[in-house]
């Protein structure tokens, strides 16, 4: 009767191991096999570009504006070089602008950019930088814009001097 006992173990034994491996093997292919649903990466990384804006009247810069054409909001920094050209348009010297520039909400710090009071959404312009027109019988006017995100930054950096600043490595923020 022993005997009779340990073979029906044994064969309750093997069958389940059977049906253990059975199960096993269906579950990984049905999950190796299985479809889903593809993913949609909505991911949209951040655009940090800008545009300069002159407005020209007749023989005058009467304007001049920088536009965030990016997708984030950004710091908006400006070079302005004044140029002194003759009659056939060949550049002869450097013109003093210091007098059109400066408009309210710019301010010119050491390095000679103008930075912008405040950040700049996207799409949006910032407040004209020329105090008055600038007549261009004999001057070539040529306004430089960069933009830097403006979130992200530590939140120490309140000012656009202070995010290029930062972004130069020049301050820990």
Not at 68 to 84: H, Y
Not at 154 to 170: K, L, M, Q, R
């Amino acid at each position: 009767m022993k005997f009779q006992f340990a073979k029906k173990k044994a064969l309750i034994l093997a069958l389940s191991a059977a049906l253990l491996l059975a199960g096993a093997t269906g579950g990984a292919l049905a999950y190796l096999t299985g479809e889903a649903d593809p993913v949609v990466n909505s991911f949209v990384p951040g655009a940090v570009t800008c545009e300069v804006v002159q407005t020209v009247t007749g023989d005058a810069e009467t304007g001049a504006k920088v536009r965030n054409t990016g997708n984030v909001r950004a710091w908006i920094r400006a070079a302005v070089v004044g140029n002194t050209v003759n009659a056939d348009g060949y550049l002869t010297g450097n013109a003093d602008l210091s007098s059109y520039l400066g408009a309210s909400g710019w301010t010119q710090h050491t390095d000679g950019y103008w930075y912008w009071s405040g950040k700049v959404e996207p799409q949006a312009l910032t407040g004209e930088l020329l105090t008055d027109d600038i007549d261009l019988n004999g001057t070539l006017v040529t306004v430089l814009a960069e933009a830097i995100q403006a979130d992200g930054m530590p939140e120490s950096v309140t000012t656009a001097i202070a995010a290029f600043e930062y972004a130069n490595g020049g301050g820990n923020g």
